[in-house]
């Protein structure tokens, strides 16, 4: 049996916090009822030092769901709380986390650079 994977850009070299004050970026509103989902998500990503700096800030990734396109944007309360996971500080040339959000039609990512730095990110939603 055939697979469809989707695959949403969501970052290219986006920088992300500033200097040493970290910061956060959401990815515009990803309408998953228009995706044949089998229940497969994974983030791609790349992370760089921007600028100077040597190493990049450690960038949490997260997804937050709503019922509806403009609607407030949640963590889930079970499960893993929206979390996709945590790359270090340094510079990450590319990993794949894998993750089960809850069933909701309207999802967005999340990302967060720390407090050391700023991270230029690069990332894809792949949903199969």
């Not at 997260?62 to 500080?89: C, E, F, K, M, R």
């Amino acid at each position: 049996m055939a697979y469809k994977v989707t695959t949403i850009p969501l970052w290219k070299k986006t920088a992300i916090g500033s200097g040493s004050a970290g910061g956060t970026s959401l990815s515009a509103p990803i309408d998953l009822r228009e995706i044949n989902r089998q229940g497969a998500f994974s983030l791609s990503y790349a992370i760089a030092a921007a600028g100077a700096a040597a190493t990049a800030a450690t960038c949490m990734f997260h997804y937050v769901l709503s019922s509806t396109v403009d609607g407030t944007y949640i963590s889930p309360i079970n499960g893993d709380g929206g979390t996709i996971g945590t790359a270090g500080t340094g510079i990450v040339a590319g990993e794949v986390r894998s993750f089960t959000p809850v069933v909701m039609p309207f999802m967005k990512v999340k990302v967060i650079a720390g407090t050391s730095g700023t991270a230029l990110v690069t990332a894809e939603l792949n949903v199969r």
